[in-house]
């Protein structure tokens, strides 16, 4: 299965590969990462090509959709990471965005994941997308609902309080013309 890459007028999102092991490294022991998604054990090159191998890599393989690199288009900078998953705990797919501090508030989060709700309503022909956060993790909250999604219910996966988000196709495609 060839695996898509997408166009923004900023960005470039392709799939993560093992030659992403060292950005993987720095993002997932980010201060944020760790406070609001939690410690992956991934501190090493070679931690992070097994975390890419066993936790990004399958999802390709199945769906072929998954987590992505942003890259800056200008200067080929890895940004963060966005993505569509599908999680243990959830039901149905919910899109997903970590970024380095530095390239927060510049708006690639939101022009990335604009960007794979588009792919997925659009492309993968979703019905809905769902996304989770932590209740004091208050800018992912903001960008998700400037994003059209709303909040639905509080949940918990593995004893962690969530709260979880929804946009479903008709809503998506009234704020997107």
Known sequence: MKLLSFQTERLQLRPVTAADAHFIVEL????KWLKYIGDRKVTNITAA???IKSKITPQFDTLGYGNYMVVRKEDGA???NCGLYNRPGIEGIDIGFAFLERFEGKGY???????LLDVAFNEIEMNRVGAITVVDNTASRKLLE???LTFKKDISINGEDLMYYEIDKEHYASISS
């Open 109 to 115: 989060a939101f022009e990335a994941s604009q960007k």
């Open 49 to 51: 090509e097994d975390y």
């Open 28 to 31: 997932v022991n980010t201060p």
């Open 78 to 80: 890895l940004l963060g």
């Open 146 to 148: 400037k994003l059209g």
